[in-house]
């Protein structure tokens, strides 16, 4: 299902003499500029933007029309930010232009997709050397037409599981650490062993030395790489980087595929690709987000936090728990709320949250959240009988046991369980759990 919005367009993006034109549907005003000036580092620059957009283009699992597909362009004060999915949705691509990326000046902010078009692909992919990049995001002005004068429109579809997409990659990525840095050099030489484009199997990546080794099992410190030709997008700006960063979860023996973050730094930008633990499988699906989702209070909680926001590179959650009177958990699981319209985005590097402007719509989150629906209707019901830290949960046809391990984590002996093992987050009987002990465990 997707998000339809009309977006207006003073006319195509194009790589023109003064420099690379970027037209966006722009931020709180029509059509505004919200960056006019050079990039530091057009090669760079020009190579990852056309990686995100490749990104966009690209289903890793199955064929995909990708003529709808834009990147989605943030600006804020001292950085722009692009970001894409694939088609399938388990490649999150971001390329963050960092302040010293940057000749010119953030005269406002705001979030849009970008119309990356083949002719600008072309004239993207012909930057090179020390050719000046001019970007200007955003004419002036809008003209719309009418009897009374002209407006270019274009309707663009936001994929729905786009939407879904950042919700769950921003509170995955939320307990990543840093695991390895490499050397550009080695990253090179790294990345030209890895399997073949369509290899589909799960490695891992330990760090060995002054570069990483791959192995067929999880050990402590090792990354999960999960359909290894995922990162064909990096090699484009291999040549300008300096470092490779690579961030994930803690593994152990035996754990299962987790996803992961491959990130390129050259010093004026940062690229990174974030895939999902498997290929098959699309981050708008994880259910990440479900816990943080089911409190009481955090539709209000969210509603409250997002009119704190502004457009600080980072989100400073303890300042926004003290402006709030918040918790920093409630804060926290707000955050996540207002991800599930897209308006919170995390950054590894930084470790922090960062802002965009989408329209924020509470009802999305019971839309594309049945599990939550469903665990709600079963409190409603009085389905949950608390058992010390066990439950039961009765439904018309069956009735389930569900068990609180001491990590916090809840098993149950539904399908659903038994077929993810709590890997695609948790089911609807213990997400009812959780919203009927959140009170007691709230006291304790």
């Known amino acids: 299902m997707n998000a339809v919005q009309t977006y207006r367009y003073l ?104 119309d990356v078009n083949p002719p600008l692909r072309e004239a993207l992919a012909r930057v090179g050397g020390i050719e000046p990049l001019h970007v200007a995001v955003g004419p002036d002005d809008l003209t719309v037409s009418t009897m009374d004068g002209s407006v270019v429109e274009r309707k663009v579809p936001l994929p729905g599981r786009w939407l879904r997409g950042f919700a769950e990659v921003h509170v995955l990525t939320a307990g990543f650490e840093p695991r390895a840095e490499i050397a550009a050099a080695q990253a090179a030489t790294f990345l030209r062993r890895l399997p073949a484009a369509n290899d589909r199997s799960v490695l891992w990546a330990v760090p060995a030395g002054r570069t990483l080794r791959l192995t067929s099992r999880p050990v402590p410190g090792a990354v999960c790489l999960a359909g290894a030709g995922r990162l064909a997008a ?112 995390y950054d590894v590097a930084d470790g922090a949250y960062f802002h965009r402007v989408m329209p924020y719509d509470a009802g999305r989150v019971e839309r594309d959240n049945p599990r939550l629906v469903g665990a709600r209707a079963l409190v409603e019901r009085g389905a949950v009988e608390r058992d010390g830290e066990d439950a039961t949960v009765r439904t018309d046809a069956e009735v389930y046991r569900v068990r609180r391990h001491p990590d916090g984590a809840h098993s149950c002996t539904c399908r659903w369980w038994a077929r993810h093992r709590g890997q695609r987050g948790p089911c609807r009987h213990a997400l009812a759990v959780s919203m009927v002990a959140a009170p007691v465990e709230a006291l304790s």
């Open 11 to 114: 006319q195509p993006s194009a790589l023109r003499a003064a420099g690379l034109d970027l037209q966006t549907c722009g931020g709180p005003a029509a059509n505004p500029r919200f960056f006019a000036g050079f990039l530091t580092a057009p090669a760079a620059s020009a190579a990852g933007l056309l990686a995100v957009a490749e990104v966009a283009r690209t289903r890793y699992h199955q064929p995909v029309n990708p003529a709808s597909l834009d990147p989605v362009v943030t600006g804020s004060r001292g950085r722009l930010r692009f970001e894409s999915f694939s088609g399938c949705c388990g490649v999150y691509a971001r390329m963050d232009v960092l302040p010293a990326g940057l000749d010119g000046e953030i005269s406002g902010h705001g979030t849009t997709n970008v």
């Open 234 to 345: 990096l090699r484009g700006v291999l040549r300008h980087a300096r470092t490779l960063r690579v961030y994930g979860p803690a593994v152990r023996a035996g754990s299962p595929a987790v996803p992961s973050t491959w990130e390129l730094e050259t010093g004026a930008l940062r690229l990174s690709l974030t895939l999902s633990p498997e290929p098959y499988r699309g981050f708008s699906g994880e259910g990440a987000a479900l816990a943080a989702l089911a409190g009481d209070d955090v539709v209000d909680d969210a509603e409250l936090v997002g009119a704190l926001l502004n457009w600080d590179p980072t989100i400073d959650v303890a300042a926004l728990a003290d402006a709030s009177a918040l918790p920093d958990e409630r804060v926290r699981a707000a955050l996540a709320q207002l991800g599930t319209a897209g308006r919170v985005g």
